[in-house]
């Protein structure tokens, strides 16, 4: 049997002394891409933080590709994208992906290969400010493919585009997914879910007040709505809040 791409058991968050994650698990296959979907506030980047191991928690397990969650054998094995582009405005498209592989010490040839895969050929001497929104998260994914990563999470990586950028975006990951890199891509665009057609999908919420383990079917200000033709799986955020005072 293969090993899962990532292994999410007990998790619990705490942040600003808030309970953000409260026993969350999961199991992620490697050679998907696996869509996480949820409202602003719900712990989508807090869960990706955990999984790629920058985020404290306070209790549970987080395991990637085998290895605890932040081990250092993992930092090429794994690409991250947050939700704003991280890189240089004043340098170009290749000029950032040399930098970036002089970082990570990889092949000076995965700066074409990457250039390929989000093509981004005819800007590739262009200066980053000067891009599109849409380009400059192409140029944030070529960053993270460096490593010819087995696994990418990518942090809200088409909110706010245009509808054909993110389409173009989509068709990149799908295409990545077929060549057998596990993607977790996570969103708060309902429509977005449009784009899993066929792959897994992970859902989490805010719990209301006085919720004790609502699913997203059970939250009024999140619609409950399940894509026909996807697998769906949700994740249970247990945590429990005592409700207001009348």
Same mark, same amino acid.
């Given at each position: 049997?293969?090993?899962?791409?990532?292994?999410?058991?007990?998790?619990?968050?705490?942040?600003?002394?808030?309970?953000?994650?409260?026993?969350?698990?999961?199991?992620?296959?490697?050679?998907?891409?696996?869509?996480?979907?949820?409202?602003?506030?719900?712990?989508?980047?807090?869960?990706?933080?955990?999984?790629?191991?920058?985020?404290?928690?306070?209790?549970?397990?987080?395991?990637?590709?085998?290895?605890?969650?932040? $081990?250092?054998? @993992?930092? +090429?094995?794994?690409?991250? !994208?947050?939700?704003? %582009?991280? /890189?240089?405005? *004043?340098?170009?498209? #290749?000029?950032?992906?040399?930098?970036?592989?002089?970082?990570?010490?990889?092949?000076?040839?995965?700066?074409?290969?990457?250039?390929?895969?989000?093509?981004?050929?005819?800007?590739?001497?262009?200066?980053?400010?000067?891009?599109?929104?849409?380009?400059?998260?192409?140029?944030?994914?070529? $960053?993270?493919? @460096?490593? +010819?990563?087995?696994?990418? !999470?990518?942090?809200? %990586?088409? /909110?706010?585009? *245009?509808?054909?950028? #993110?389409?173009?975006?989509?068709?990149?990951?799908?295409?990545?997914?077929?060549?057998?890199?596990?993607?977790?891509?996570?969103?708060?665009?309902?429509?977005?879910?449009?784009?899993?057609?066929?792959?897994?999908?992970?859902?989490?919420?805010?719990?209301?007040?006085?919720?004790?383990?609502? $699913?997203?079917?059970?939250?009024?200000?999140?619609?409950?709505?399940?894509?026909?033709?996807?697998?769906?799986? *949700?994740?249970?955020? #247990?945590?429990?809040?005592?409700?207001?005072?009348?």
């Amino acid at each position: 049997m293969t090993e899962p791409a990532i292994t999410v058991e007990g998790l619990r968050v705490r942040r600003g002394g808030d309970l953000v994650l409260s026993g969350i698990d999961l199991t992620i296959a490697r050679g998907r891409l696996t869509g996480l979907l949820g409202p602003s506030g719900s712990g989508k980047t807090t869960l990706m933080r955990s999984i790629v191991g920058v985020q404290i928690v306070e209790g549970g397990s987080v395991v990637v590709l085998g290895e605890p969650a932040g $081990t250092p054998v @993992l930092r +090429r094995r794994v690409g991250y !994208v947050t939700q704003a %582009p991280s /890189v240089y405005d *004043d340098l170009t498209v #290749r000029e950032n992906l040399r930098y970036f592989v002089d970082v990570l010490g990889a092949s000076l040839s995965a700066v074409g290969d990457a250039i390929r895969t989000v093509e981004l050929g005819a800007h590739k001497d262009r200066v980053v400010r000067t891009l599109s929104g849409g380009e400059r998260s192409r140029v944030s994914l070529a $960053t993270a493919l @460096l490593g +010819r990563p087995e696994l990418l !999470v990518l942090d809200e %990586p088409t /909110v706010g585009l *245009d509808p054909v950028l #993110r389409r173009d975006l989509w068709a990149t990951f799908h295409r990545l997914a077929d060549d057998g890199v596990a993607l977790l891509v996570s969103s708060h665009v309902m429509d977005e879910a449009e784009r899993w057609a066929g792959s897994s999908q992970l859902r989490l919420q805010k719990s209301c007040a006085h919720a004790q383990a609502n $699913t997203i079917s059970g939250t009024p200000s999140w619609p409950s709505w399940r894509p026909s033709r996807e697998r769906t799986r *949700d994740v249970r955020d #247990r945590r429990s809040r005592p409700a207001p005072a009348a």
